[in-house]
C-alpha cells in the first residue's frame, strides 16, 4: 500500500517536471523566433511567388501562435493520457483509473481498425489517381500537337483541340471521383449523404442560368462562328472579341467599352463576323447610299460614285468597286455603291473616309445630292430628265394662272 502511495507521488512530481521541461523547451523556440528576421518556411521563390502576402514579420507571427497551440496541445494530450495512470496506483481510484483508460483507447481502437480496413481502398484509389493524372498528360499532349496542327484528325479543326480536352478533363475527373467515392471513409454514412444531397439540391437550384450558358458555351465552341480578335455584331453589340469562356464573350466595342454577353443570350441572336472572309482576295464589302435626283444621267452617278471609292484609304483597287441602282423612288434615284476591303475593323474610319470623298466627287461633277429630298413645282418647270431625253419640239411650259 505504502508503494503505491510512494509511486502515486513520484508520478505527480513527474508532472510537475513534464510542465517545467516544457515550459523551457517553448520558451527557447519564443527565443529563437524573436530572432528570427527573414522568412524561414517561406524562403523558396515558389513558395514566396505564391504566398506573397507572408512577410518575415508575419511569419514570425504566425510561428509564435502555432508554437503556443502546440504547447497547449501537448499539455492536454499529457494529462489524458497521465492522469489515468497517476491514479491507477491507488485502489480507491484504480476501477475509475480503468473505466477511463478505456474511454481513451475505444477512439484509438476505432481509428486503427478503420484505417487498416481502409488500406485495401486506399491502394484502388491511388491507382486510379495515378492512372487518371497520366490519361490527362497524354490527352494534354495530343492536344498540344492538335493545337499546332502536328497531327490532324479528318473535320476536326485545331481551334477545337483545347475547348474539347477541357471538356474531357472534367468528365473524367468526375468519373475517377465516381469510381473512388465508395472508397473513401464515411461516404457511406448517413451523415455524410445528407450533405451530399444538399449541396446537390443548393447547386440544382442555384446554376440554372449557369448551366445554360455552359452548355450554350460548349454549342457556340464547335459551331465556330468567331475566335478572339473577330469583328463581330451580336445583336446590337459591334466590335473586337477579346475573350471566349464557357460562361461568357466580351467583346470590345470601337468606343473602347468592354461589353460582357452570356452566351446564352448569344446562341438566341444573329451572330455577324466581318473578320471570317477578310483575308481572302475580295475582302468584304462595305456599302452605302446616296440619292440623285431624276435630270442626272446615271452613268455621271456611277462615274462619280467609283471614283469616290476609288479614293478612299483602305478600299481595295481590285475587285473593281460598283454601283447598284437599288429603287426607283417618288422622288430620287437610289443608288449603292460597294467596295471591297480586308480591314472590316476599320469599318467606322473607311466609311467616314468613303462618305466624304463621294460627297467631293459628286460636287465636283455638279450633281445635286438629294438626301433630303426636297419638293418641286411641276407646273412652269422644265422635265426632269436627262438633257439627251428630253422629247423633240419640248417647249418649256408656262405658269398657268386662273381667273
Excluded at 503505491?4 to 523566433?33: P, R
Excluded at 443548393?202 to 452548355?215: C, E
Excluded at 457556340?220 to 480578335?229: C, L, S
Aim: glycine residues 6%; positive net charge.
Amino acid at each position: 500500500m505504502i508503494l503505491s502511495y510512494t509511486y502515486f507521488g513520484v508520478s505527480i512530481l513527474g508532472i510537475f517536471l513534464f510542465f517545467y521541461l516544457l515550459k523551457k523547451l517553448f520558451n527557447w523556440f519564443q527565443s529563437k523566433l524573436d530572432k528570427l528576421d527573414r522568412n524561414f518556411f517561406f524562403r523558396k521563390i515558389e513558395l514566396v511567388n505564391f504566398f506573397k502576402f507572408i512577410t518575415p514579420r508575419r511569419e514570425k507571427h504566425i510561428l509564435k501562435f502555432v508554437t503556443k497551440t502546440l504547447r497547449y496541445a501537448i499539455s492536454i494530450l499529457f494529462l489524458i493520457f497521465y492522469l489515468p495512470l497517476v491514479f491507477s496506483f491507488i485502489p480507491e481510484t484504480e476501477a475509475y483509473a480503468k473505466k477511463a483508460f478505456e474511454y481513451l483507447l475505444k477512439p484509438v481502437y476505432f481509428i486503427v481498425e478503420g484505417f487498416l480496413d481502409f488500406i485495401p481502398g486506399l491502394f484502388f484509389i491511388i491507382v486510379i489517381f495515378y492512372g487518371t493524372k497520366y490519361l490527362l498528360k497524354f490527352l494534354k499532349y495530343l492536344t498540344s500537337e492538335l493545337e499546332r496542327e502536328a497531327v490532324k484528325l479528318d473535320g476536326f479543326h485545331a481551334d477545337w483541340a483545347k475547348p474539347t480536352f477541357n471538356l474531357l478533363r472534367v468528365v473524367i475527373i468526375a468519373f475517377a471521383v465516381i469510381i473512388c467515392w465508395p472508397y473513401i471513409p464515411g461516404s457511406q454514412s448517413d451523415g455524410f449523404k445528407g450533405v451530399s444531397i444538399f449541396f446537390g439540391v443548393l447547386f440544382s437550384l442555384g446554376s440554372t442560368a449557369a448551366i445554360s450558358n455552359i452548355v450554350a458555351g460548349i454549342v457556340i465552341t464547335y459551331m465556330r462562328p468567331f475566335k478572339v480578335g473577330d469583328r463581330v455584331e451580336i445583336g446590337t453589340t459591334i466590335g473586337d472579341v477579346t475573350e471566349r469562356s464557357l460562361l461568357v464573350t466580351r467583346v470590345k466595342t470601337i468606343k473602347n467599352i468592354d461589353v460582357t454577353i452570356p452566351n446564352s443570350s448569344i446562341l438566341g441572336n444573329h451572330i455577324i463576323n466581318f473578320s471570317k472572309n477578310a483575308t481572302e482576295d475580295v475582302g468584304v464589302i462595305l456599302h452605302t447610299s446616296v440619292t440623285i435626283g431624276y435630270d442626272v444621267p446615271s452613268g455621271e452617278v456611277i462615274k462619280a460614285l467609283v471614283e469616290g471609292a476609288k479614293n478612299t484609304p483602305m478600299v481595295l483597287d481590285k475587285p473593281v468597286p460598283f454601283v447598284l441602282v437599288k429603287s426607283l423612288d417618288d422622288f430620287y434615284i437610289n443608288y449603292e455603291i460597294n467596295c471591297h476591303t480586308k480591314n472590316p475593323e476599320k469599318a467606322a474610319v473607311i466609311y467616314s473616309h468613303l462618305h466624304e470623298s463621294i460627297k467631293n466627287e459628286l460636287h465636283k461633277a455638279g450633281i445635286e445630292i438629294l438626301s433630303p429630298y426636297y419638293n418641286a413645282v411641276r407646273d412652269g418647270n422644265v422635265l426632269t430628265v436627262p438633257p439627251e431625253n428630253v422629247p423633240k419640239g419640248y417647249v418649256k411650259p408656262g405658269f398657268k394662272i386662273d381667273n
